[in-house]
Each structure stands twice: as C-alpha cells, then as structure tokens.
C-alpha cells in the first residue's frame, strides 16, 4: 500500500498524483494504527483516505442517481466500502472490510437490494482518471475525464448492467471548492469530499430479469475516518438534488457536544454559486406535525416527513428549500433514513434590492438522516 508516500511526502506529491498509483486493500481487519488524511493535497479525491483499515477506520466511495422524472421513485444507491464493521455500525456483522452494496427503488417505489464482500479491492488513481474494482464481487467503477461508468456483473446476487456520470457541477470539499490544503473535515473526524455533486447519470440495468431504466441527477462523495462513526456524529442530515438550473448539496450535523457543523454547496452552469462551511451558510431542520419535538433528533424522535433548508446566497439573499419525503429506501431503523422526495424552492431577494425573487423551482432529490444518541 503506497498510501503512507502520499500522506507524508506532500514536495513528492504534486508530480506524484499525475502518475499511475495503485492501493490494493486486503479484506481482513488490520491491527495497526490507521492514518487518516483530513487536509487536501493534490491527491487525486478518488484515492483512499484511511489506511490501513483498523477496527476502527472506516473508508468508502459512494454513488446515488436520482430520477429527475417527478412523477418516478427511481434511485439506486451504490457504496464500495472498506470499513470495519465497529467503525460504521449499520454495517453487516463480518471480519471482511469490503461490502458492495447496491439498493435500488423502481419506478413504482419498490425496493430491492444486494451485498456482496471482495476478496481484496484495488483502487487506482492517474492524473483525473481512477478506478475501483472490489474483485470477486462483479462491481467496479472506472472514471476517465469528467465521466464514471459503474459496471456490474453479479449472477451471484442477480445483476447486471451500468450506471453513467457524466460530471455537471464541480467537485468541493466541506469549506469550498478543491484547493490544496483545504480541510477535509465535515465534523470532527469525518472525512468527506464530493468529487460529483451532479452529474447528468443513466441507469441500465437489470435486476433478477427485471429491468431498472432511468435517467436522472447522479452523484458521488466519500467518507472516511480513523475513529468509529458513532464516537462524533450525533444526528446528521445530508442530500442533494437538482433544482431547475441549480444542483443543491446540504450537509448538517450535530456532533456528541451538541455543536452544529455545516456544509451548503450550489451550483449553477458547472459553476459553484455558493460553497461554504460558515455556521449561518445552511440550515436543514425538520418540518410537518410535532416539527418542534424533532429537533435535535434522538434515536426515539420519529422521522419527520420533511426539512426546510434555508442556504445563505450572500447579499441577504436567500434560498429557501422545502423538502418532501415520498419514499424510504431502507427497511425501518431508528438511526437511519435514506429518503427520495421532492423539493421546491425559492430564491429571495431582500425588499428594495436589486434582482428579483425567483419562484418555484422544482426539483428531485435523495437525502438521508441519522440519529445516533438517546
Ligand atoms: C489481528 O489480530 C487478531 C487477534 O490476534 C488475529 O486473529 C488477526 O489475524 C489479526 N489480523 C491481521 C490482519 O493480522
Ligand atoms: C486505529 O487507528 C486509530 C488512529 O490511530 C486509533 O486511534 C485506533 O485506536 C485504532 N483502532 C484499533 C481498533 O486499533
Ligand atoms: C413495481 O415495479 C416492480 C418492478 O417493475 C414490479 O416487479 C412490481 O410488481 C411493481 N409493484 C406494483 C405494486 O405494481
Ligand atoms: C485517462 O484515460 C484516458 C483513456 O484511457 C487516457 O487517454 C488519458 O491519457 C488518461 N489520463 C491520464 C491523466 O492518465
Ligand atoms: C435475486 O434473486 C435471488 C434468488 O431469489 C435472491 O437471493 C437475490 O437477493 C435477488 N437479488 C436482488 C437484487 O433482489
Ligand atoms: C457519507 O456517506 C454517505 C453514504 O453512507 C453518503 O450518503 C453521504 O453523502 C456522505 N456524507 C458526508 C457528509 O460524509
Ligand atoms: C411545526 O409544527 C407546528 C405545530 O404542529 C405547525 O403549526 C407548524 O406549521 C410546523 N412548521 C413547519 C415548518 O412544518
Ligand atoms: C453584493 O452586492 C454588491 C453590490 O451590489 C456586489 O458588488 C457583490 O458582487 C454582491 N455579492 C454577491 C455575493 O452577490
Ligand atoms: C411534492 O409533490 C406533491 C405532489 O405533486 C406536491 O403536492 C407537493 O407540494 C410537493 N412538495 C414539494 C416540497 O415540492
């Protein structure tokens, strides 16, 4: 694993990160202490960010396509991860770091999903180019240029087919666009950067002879730490989506001290609006009946049926977002809800200020909460 070169030698790594570098991952839980990197260099995004992966680091490379058809419940979620099951807890009980799982929504809303465990993965990163094949499973992902392919192949879990992300909004890190020693940290200890936060994706696939067909709004971050998920994160709300002209990216989360820790990302035209980790950039709260009881969330709070996000445009400017449950995409668990739904939003100008307040944006979108503490 040549990953301790990249996380030491930064005068090394400027030329280094154009060349070809390889990571194989094992499958087995290490017994050394992980190193997690949580400042930007020029590492390529896709590289790993945890290693080796101990029992308590998790690692992993996620992607998600929403339908931007509103009238579909079409989504498919696809994680490769490299986590110890201690790390992430709504993990599978197993000593094998290398799940892939697949979850898919049909049109209708019906839902299905696979998990299948790597013998070993490679990951590979070449100037913008990467790739990820967790071998034995049947899935990888290749990335040339701005566009990933997610290739499956997976009799022994009833799979198969491709998924496209054709890259439309430029990569950010939690404070902002990709710039060389930017933090890495969303929250204390949580690693994330989303290389895609939109991407014009197709879907084709087909799942035990059924047919999932769908085009919609793509996306694909990563996570990583060195300390188990639960030992900082309290409750989070996380999504993204497309809102007619604009991608949306939300991110706010509670930590075990009860401080908040934001990240609000738009874009518009493959250019970034606004990227920011300021506390008064974003906020996403719960709505609908007995809103007041749902914050802060606690693993008893019900799911609420939807969150109002209000983004800080500068200028006083505003974007006011109002999200709309309309189906899970997982069976019931109180720590965890990942949602498609639909939003509408506005953008609002203050009386007297120049421009005007643009009405009733629409939009799909795919979100998730967790809630962790009692
Ligand atoms: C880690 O330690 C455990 C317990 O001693 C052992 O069973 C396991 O094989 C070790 N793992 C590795 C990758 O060395
Ligand atoms: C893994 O490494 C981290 C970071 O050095 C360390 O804090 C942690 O105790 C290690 N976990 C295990 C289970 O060895
Ligand atoms: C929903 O769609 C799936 C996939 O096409 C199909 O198998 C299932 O029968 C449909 N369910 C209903 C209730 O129509
Ligand atoms: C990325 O892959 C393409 C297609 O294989 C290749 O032409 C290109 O040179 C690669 N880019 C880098 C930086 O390696
Ligand atoms: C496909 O069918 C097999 C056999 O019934 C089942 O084990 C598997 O879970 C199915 N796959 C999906 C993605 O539903
Ligand atoms: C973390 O990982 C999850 C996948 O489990 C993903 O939905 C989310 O985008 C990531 N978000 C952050 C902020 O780390
Ligand atoms: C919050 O709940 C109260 C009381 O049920 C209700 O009057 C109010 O409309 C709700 N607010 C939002 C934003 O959903
Ligand atoms: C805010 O308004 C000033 C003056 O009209 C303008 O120069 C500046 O670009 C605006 N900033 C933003 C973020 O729109
Ligand atoms: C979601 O769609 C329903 C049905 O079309 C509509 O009544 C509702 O206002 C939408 N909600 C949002 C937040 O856009």
Known sequence: MRLILLLCGLQA?????????????????????????????????????????????????YFDVVSSDPGSLASVVVTFFASSQPAFPLLH??????????????????????????????VSTEGDNSSGDWHGTGFKWTKVSSTYTIEVDAPSVGIKGSIVFKSTAPAHLPCG???????????????????????????????NGTALVFEGSGYHDKNWSDQPFTTHVASWYWGHGRLGPFTLVWFDMLDLNGVEHVSAYLAKDNQIVTASCASQSI???????????????????????????????????????????????????????????NMSARVVVPPGARGKTQADLQGMALFEQFKLIK
Do not use: C
């Not at 799982?101 to 209708?108: I, K």
């Not at 666009?177 to 290389?195: F, M, S």
């Open 93 to 122: 009980a197993s000593n094998n770091v290398l799940p892939v799982r697949l979850w898919v929504s049909f049109p209708n809303g019906t839902l299905a999903q696979a998990e299948a465990f790597a013998s070993s993965a490679t």
């Open 283 to 341: 906020s996403v709260r719960p709505t609908g009946a007995n809103n007041a009881s749902f914050y802060p969330p606690v693993l008893s709070t019900p799911n609420p049926t939807g969150y109002h996000i209000s983004l800080d445009l500068g200028n006083k400017t505003r974007m006011e977002v109002d999200v709309n449950v309309l189906v899970n995409l997982n069976e019931f668990n109180p720590a965890y809800a990942r949602v498609v739904g």
């Open 177 to 207: 666009a990709v710039v060389d020693g930017g933090t890495l940290q969303v929250g204390p200890h949580i690693g994330w950067a989303n290389a895609v936060p939109d991407a014009a994706s197709t879907v084709n696939l087909e799942i």
């Open 13 to 61: 790594l400027a030329s280094a990160s154009q060349h070809r570098q390889v990571f194989e991952i094992p499958s087995a839980i290490q017994n050394e202490t992980s190193i997690a990197q949580f400042t930007s260099t020029s590492t390529p995004l896709d590289a790993p960010k945890a290693h080796p992966i101990n029992g308590s680091a998790f690692d992993w490379w």
